[in-house]
């Protein structure tokens, strides 16, 4: 699929609508409705930089910075010195903690959050400013211009929410206090300790300040809101610069969106959605 000359771009917004809904249907509504249905935490206030428990007097927090140490060969002493400078943060146990039994997801609600003037308007800006980079995503890997510009727009409206947590204290938040209330919480802790490895890896490893870094609740970066280990498997340096960078680069955000569906099988041709029926009479 090309991309519509200047003078038909008025089919875009009808394009990226569809694109901004199917990528919202693919997202966790209790976890992109924390994300997205409030406005963002700003840095230092009191939800944002909320102390807790230090994490340099934890046993486990101890034991697991010395392993990751030894598995990525890395000081350390260095690597506890950085997580004993991670804080406990309890808007980000909230955020992930299931809603009450009972509650009903709204579905229409929770669209008009994606599907909506600003974040089109947005995106359409964003397809056409960077039209020769997303038309060669398209062409390298099969995945659509509309579905790469509609994913960033659903997870930042296109870098304009990126996260302002640190990505230190949200995923040892997760790691070492993962709510107990959560069915899955022991999956779920492990889980966020192989993030915290690999974002501790990564940066350590490359001179990148742990501490400086900033995203999602889930520790998730950048445009598309990689999680550490998406962006060590999945992220690639589409402008060439000879660096990925997720958080400044449009087009390695671009690149990397396409890089990530390709990877997971996408089928150029194939229908993204189908038509439905249903009996209205079930509706509650």
């Not at 901004?20 to 409705?33: E, G, M, R």
């Not at 997801?105 to 397809?127: D, H, M, T």
């Not at 999602?216 to 550490?228: H, N, R, V």
Request: aromatic share 10%.
């Amino acid at each position: 699929m090309n991309l519509l000359p200047p003078s038909k771009h008025w089919r875009q917004p009808a394009r990226l609508a569809c694109a901004l809904l199917l990528a919202a249907a693919s997202l966790p509504i209790t976890a992109t409705a924390a994300k997205h249905g409030k406005k963002p935490v700003r840095a230092g206030t009191s939800q944002a930089a909320l102390p807790g428990p230090d994490y340099g007097q934890r046993l486990d927090a101890l034991q697991t910075a010395d392993d990751i140490a030894l598995r990525r060969n890395l000081d350390p002493v260095r690597v506890r010195e950085t997580l004993a400078q991670a804080r406990y943060v309890a808007a980000i146990a909230k955020a992930v903690t299931p809603p009450a039994a009972g509650v009903a997801k709204n579905w229409q609600l929770y669209r008009s959050r994606f599907v909506e003037p600003l974040r089109i308007r947005a995106g359409v800006a964003f397809w056409q400013t960077h039209r020769e980079t997303l038309q060669r995503a398209e062409q390298e890997t099969g995945v659509p211009v509309e579905i790469i510009v509609g994913v960033i727009g659903v997870e930042t409206i296109y870098g304009q929410h990126m996260g302002n947590y640190r990505v230190i204290d949200a995923l040892a938040t997760l790691a070492f206090d993962f709510p107990a209330s959560h069915p899955r919480a022991a999956e779920r802790s492990a889980y966020f300790k192989t993030e915290l490895e690999q974002y501790l890896g990564w940066t350590l490893g490359s001179g990148r300040d742990p501490l400086a870094l900033k995203g999602s609740y889930a520790g998730a970066m950048g445009l598309p809101q990689f999680m550490p280990s998406s962006w060590a498997k999945y992220a690639v340096d589409f402008d060439g610069d000879g660096a990925v960078d997720l958080v400044g680069s449009p087009a390695d955000a671009i690149g990397s969106v396409a890089n990530y569906l390709k990877a997971f099988n996408w089928q150029p041709g194939l229908p993204t959605h189908f038509p439905l029926s249903f009996d209205a009479s079930r509706l509650d």
